[in-house]
């Protein structure tokens, strides 16, 4: 039975940091895994995803150069950093994970959508206060 926990949201002032954490247990096979967020009135959108071993890596335009995703595969572990954080990152993240993710040229992970995914967290709420 597949698990996925998330930790580490809370409320900060813009600018600041956070550091998101993710324990995913009983996945197995070249599983690809990544962050989401939905904020109140829209659609989950796909934050950023890694592949297996770090290869292949997918920023939404809104995050590039403010968030770094990172996965420790021994431990199990995906991390979000968030730096620079704006009134707009407010969301519900979720740590997720698909069976078959795909690739796309240049080193980009090609199936970084809600749907892709199979494996979901609960969830943990950022607050980034103005």
């Known amino acids: 039975q597949v698990q996925v926990v998330e930790s580490g949201g809370g409320l900060v002032q813009a600018g600041g940091s956070l550091r998101l954490s993710c324990t995913a247990s009983?996945?197995?096979?070249?599983?690809?895994m990544g962050w989401f967020r939905q904020a109140p009135g829209k659609e989950r959108e796909g934050v950023a995803c890694?592949?297996?071993?770090?290869?292949?890596?997918y920023y939404t335009d809104s995050v590039k150069g403010r968030f770094t995703i990172s996965r420790d595969n021994v431990k199990r572990t995906l991390s979000l950093q968030m730096n620079n954080l704006e009134p707009e990152d407010t969301a519900m993240y979720y740590c997720?994970?698909?069976?078959?993710?795909?690739?796309?040229?240049?080193?980009?992970?090609?199936?970084?959508?809600?749907?892709?995914?199979?494996?979901w967290g609960q969830g943990t709420q950022v607050t980034v206060s103005s």
């Open positions: 997720a994970a698909e069976d078959f993710p795909t690739y796309a040229g240049g080193g980009v992970y090609g199936s970084c959508l809600p749907r892709s995914m199979n494996y």
């Open positions: 009983g996945l197995t096979g070249p599983v690809g």
């Open positions: 890694i592949s297996q071993h770090g290869i292949n890596t």
